[in-house]
């Protein structure tokens, strides 16, 4: 065989490489787009029946006729749907959308898959702050009445996400060290809501355990707009830094080593975090676990790619709250149990299955 030939031969071969790697590309992303459209659709069904679902069950297809034509059905039935169930079913969307990617970011951030909001504090910090408006109406702004519970679990939130990111600009600070810093605040804000409880009287007491076991029965219009509206902030936010947060997950050398801020791009991300997780979680009271489970179950399904990681936490986050409010309204015809309760019964498990699995890697 000549030297021409055998040219010949391994230039076919290192073309027949690059398309096989092309095609293989090309199916991993369609693969990917694919499981997208797939949760919305569960989204969808989801939502539509968390509407439908509740006191008084209505068929489905009345439930797409009153969407469609508020007045199809009479003025009884569109207040039940628009002005009850409407607001619960996308409070439960947003908000579970917030969570989800609250989580997938933090996780990324501090590279460890037990990062959200729940396990670092941030919604202790808030339920401290509403158990202090509800038993001494304290709060940072005066003369606002029915809001001084969400706006001081808003401020508190918030200020623990500040002290996080504080904690993160120090020098020789690691992962690690911010994430047993949330995990000290998560127990001192537990520990001050226990003596708050404990000095209440009987209806605060109600009122705090209330707030703390999370409901979606306090959802309005004007928390859906403005939750939209962050996410609609946030999220393209965020998505425009795909590239570096997935840089960012092979680890701080080779993220600098493609030129990448980190500095700037942990300050960031981490003010979206504090945005998002603290608006979700003044909405609804305390909800765990959302922002844990739905990035694990979406790292699993497309990995770390941010460009996919990110919306699709955002996509489980919004099915696994709104699926939670189905769960909530069926156990027991009649009564709407707490969210908080459900989304923990789920997460508990996911939680514990990722410490084990995260200590095999470890060990090995």
């Not at 706006?151 to 994430?179: D, E, W």
């Amino acid at each position: 065989m000549d030297s021409a030939t055998q040219l010949t031969i391994e230039s076919h071969s290192v073309l027949k490489k690059q398309n096989d790697l092309i095609h293989g590309f090309v199916a991993s992303e369609s693969k990917k787009v694919q499981i997208l459209m797939l949760i919305v659709v569960l989204l969808v069904i989801s939502f539509l029946l968390d509407i439908s679902i509740g006191p008084g069950n209505f068929p489905l297809s009345t439930i797409i006729d009153v969407l469609w034509d508020k007045a199809s059905h009479g003025v009884q039935l569109e207040v039940i749907v628009w002005d009850y169930r409407m607001p619960i079913a996308v409070t439960a969307v947003i908000v579970g959308a917030m969570l989800g990617v609250a989580g997938a970011l933090m996780q990324t951030l501090l590279n460890n898959p037990l990062a959200e909001p729940f396990t670092l504090g941030v919604s202790s910090a808030a339920s401290f702050g509403a158990a202090l408006a509800i038993v001494f109406g304290v709060g940072f702004s005066a003369n606002i009445g029915s809001l001084l519970v969400t706006l001081n679990a808003f401020v508190f939130s918030l200020g623990t996400c500040g002290l996080l990111l504080l904690l993160m600009r120090l020098k020789g600070v690691g992962t690690q060290t911010t994430i047993l810093f949330g995990i000290a605040i998560f127990f001192a804000f537990n520990a001050l809501l226990a003596i708050m409880q404990y000095g209440a009287s009987e209806t605060e007491l109600q009122r705090i355990v209330f707030w703390m076991l999370g409901s979606l029965t306090r959802a309005s219009w004007t928390q859906i707009l403005l939750g939209i509206s962050l996410l609609f902030v946030v999220i393209p936010f965020c998505m425009m830094r795909t590239w570096q947060l997935t840089a960012l997950r092979l680890g701080e050398e080779s993220a600098l080593s493609m030129g990448i801020n980190i500095a700037r791009l942990r300050v960031e991300i981490l003010i979206c975090i504090s945005l998002l997780a603290a608006t979700g979680v003044a909405f609804v009271g305390t909800i765990g676990f959302v922002g844990l489970v739905g990035p694990h179950i979406s790292r699993l399904l497309v990995g770390e790619n941010q460009r996919y990681f990110i919306p699709l936490s955002a996509l489980l986050g919004a099915l696994m709250l709104s699926v939670t409010s189905i769960v909530s309204k069926s156990i027991t015809p009649g009564i709407i149990y707490p969210i908080g309760i459900i989304t923990a019964l789920i997460g508990v498990p996911v939680f514990l299955a990722i410490i084990l699995k995260h200590s095999k890697e470890q060990s090995v």
